[in-house]
């Protein structure tokens, strides 16, 4: 029997939102526009997604107000998260913390965010995304995202696409990538 393509059956919000961010890259997208990534090209460039399958996710994520489509040149769009799509943060970050600290293996994953504008100095940010120094839940716009290792210091493989170049430099969230 084929999945269905909803949770009509299910009075939960949990299940309304999954209708939206739980089909399978739409999380490593909404990552991406986290990230600074605007473009299609970038997009699937970076996320190695068939053209189809980016087409659909990022239509489903305008379609729902979580991204919004803005043209930057004649013919050529960019997807920028809107208020909605901000909120989606908290989450994101913690489904990220999840995979370093259970799914990646010995000392976790590499990429780490730290509240720039925090009043009190900034810190790595804590479990729910929130600022550990301050006590608050940062917007995105105020934090800043490093690797903790280079890339070349692991046994992962090595993108070398633009994207994950840019990637590998400290850069504020929401900040278009060069």
Do not use: K
């Not at 934090?143 to 633009?162: F, G, I, K, Q, S």
Request: with cysteine; net charge neutral.
């Amino acid at each position: 029997m084929p999945l269905g393509q909803n949770y009509d059956r299910q009075d939960c919000a949990l299940a309304r939102a999954l209708e939206i961010v739980g089909e399978r890259w739409t999380l490593l997208v909404l990552r991406d526009c986290f990230f600074g990534v605007r473009r299609f090209a970038d997009l699937r460039a970076h996320l190695d997604i068939p053209r189809a399958v980016l087409s659909d996710r990022l239509a489903t994520l305008v379609d729902a107000g979580l991204l919004a489509r803005r043209n930057y040149a004649p013919g050529r769009d960019e997807y920028v998260l809107t208020d909605t799509g901000l909120d989606l943060w908290p989450a994101v970050y913690s489904l990220a913390r999840f995979g370093d600290r259970h799914l990646v293996g010995p000392g976790g994953g590499r990429r780490r965010f730290r509240h720039a504008d925090c009043p009190e100095g900034g810190a790595e940010l804590a479990a729910g995304a929130v600022c550990p120094a301050c006590g608050t839940l940062p917007a995105p716009s105020s934090l800043e995202t490093y690797l903790l290792v280079p890339a070349a210091d692991t046994d992962r493989p090595v993108r070398d696409d633009a994207v994950s170049v840019a990637l590998r430099r400290p850069h504020r969230l929401l900040a278009p990538l060069p």
